[in-house]
């Protein structure tokens, strides 16, 4: 079974950046197509971006396009969500989880997410 566990979030100011890391445990990790998802207070959760086992393709949500970078270390079983020109819309909690191979559904257990919250 994989866990995940998901850190870098924190506070920060419209038009800045974060790092968000993604953890997993278990030796397939890097069998498996990983994404990021967030949920914003009273709305459900949405994907964000996704990448592919290997890392040689990457998907976005249209409003995270030009911003937001997704990668992964197979090595030390991490993805990660780089995040540039923050907007107060994209405050919410992140999480990461494992991603179907064809679409966007995910499937697994979640972590406890990390929250980011941008201010304007």
């Known amino acids: 079974q994989v866990q995940l566990v998901e850190s870098g979030g924190g506070l920060v100011q419209a038009g800045g950046s974060l790092r968000l890391s993604c953890a997993a445990s278990?030796?397939?990790?890097?069998?498996?197509?990983m994404g990021w998802f967030r949920q914003a207070p009273g709305k459900e959760r949405e994907f964000v971006a996704k990448?592919?086992?290997?890392?040689?393709?990457?998907y976005y949500t249209d409003s995270v396009k030009g911003r937001f970078t997704i990668s992964r270390d197979n090595a030390k079983n991490t993805v990660y969500l780089q995040m540039n020109s923050l907007k107060p819309e994209d405050t919410a909690v992140y999480y990461c989880?494992?991603?179907?191979?064809?679409?966007?559904?995910?499937?697994?257990?979640w972590g406890q997410g990390t929250q980011v919250t941008v201010s304007s």
């Open positions: 989880n494992r991603v179907q191979r064809s679409g966007y559904e995910p499937f697994g257990s």
């Open positions: 278990g030796r397939t990790f890097s069998s498996y197509a």
């Open positions: 990448i592919s086992w290997s890392g040689g393709s990457t």
